[in-house]
């Protein structure tokens, strides 16, 4: 039975890894430093809150520069944050591991790829929810659904059981590029809205228009990056997310409110970067970006 390392103890990193040690599958989480580790320790584990209940997993841990083979690695830490991590990674896997890409967006998969042409590098998208409400302390806020997949690929890996056993809800996904397209879009038509207007997801209803043209761009842009199937009623689902979350706060919205760093090289720049790659003019997908921009550095964040 391979063991699963997860880099990143952070929100889904720590909520894959509490559930697959209480399902009694070997894990091991990669933090990134000595101090870091030690901390971990000083904790005595991993919390997870879930139904308002905690419970404390002990779950081994190392840095990256311990030297036990990689075989199996979920890759829990932010887009911006992926090439950077899995370069440190490199000399320890083993040959033919497979990676499971976590991150939101587009973009930092193929550089990930790109880095490791010998690995089996599987995406993800989720729609679960969680957050750290301390250091190794993860709060199980929103169920959902995870769905995985490696283009061209259509028969899943058999460790997929491996998910079933820990009551993690997966899905293998034949077109799981189209999937990460379908959610970014939809994350580029809401969340930077929210940041600008400074509005909960459901706030977006006094802005009907502005929602509509970035709704017409971004189906021109998935139709011409042959993504027809991601296109499909993109402004429709748009107007559902909208209303069915309503009174939360986008993730966009959570990190500039936490003077936290944003992924949007990986949504709305990806987009555009997509858009410029084909030609394709998109002004007010521009015009957002550039008024995105202003925004962070205003507030001193990064705005790739
Ligand atoms: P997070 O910030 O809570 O956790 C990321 C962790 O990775 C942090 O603990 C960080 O210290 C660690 N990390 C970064 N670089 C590292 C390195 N080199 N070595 C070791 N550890 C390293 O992030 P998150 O919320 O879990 O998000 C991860 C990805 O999942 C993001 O792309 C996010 O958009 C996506 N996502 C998150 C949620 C959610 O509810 N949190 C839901 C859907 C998708
Ligand atoms: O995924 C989201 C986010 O907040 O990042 C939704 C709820 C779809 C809004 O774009």
Known sequence: MSTWHILGAGSLGGLWAARLARAGLPVRLIL????RLSRYRAA????????????????????PHS???????????????????????APRLAPGAELILLQNGLGSQDAVARRLPRARCLFASST?????????????????????????????????????????????????????????ALNCAINPLTVLHDCRNGGLRDWPQEVAALCAELTLLLRAAGQDTAALDLHAEVLRVIDGTAANYSSMHQDVARGRRTEIAYLLGHACQEAARLDLDVPQLQAL?????????ARGLPVT
């Open 32 to 35: 990134r430093d000595q101090a």
């Open 67 to 89: 030297d036990i083979p990689i075989r199996r690695l979920l890759l829990a830490c932010k887009a911006y944050d992926a090439e950077e991590a899995v370069a440190e990674l």
């Open 128 to 184: 679960e929810g969680a957050f750290r409400e301390d250091d190794f302390r993860i709060v199980f806020a929103g169920r959902g659904h995870t769905w995985l997949g490696l283009p061209g690929e259509r028969r899943p890996p058999e460790w997929l059981d491996d998910l079933q056993t820990a009551a993690i809800p997966h899905e293998w996904s034949t077109d799981i590029v189209a999937r990460l397209w379908r959610k970014l």
């Open 44 to 63: 005595g584990g991993l919390t997870l809150v879930e139904d308002g209940q905690a419970s404390l997993h002990p779950i081994a841990a190392e840095t």
């Open 289 to 297: 970006l550039q008024r995105l921009r202003a925004h962070l550095a």
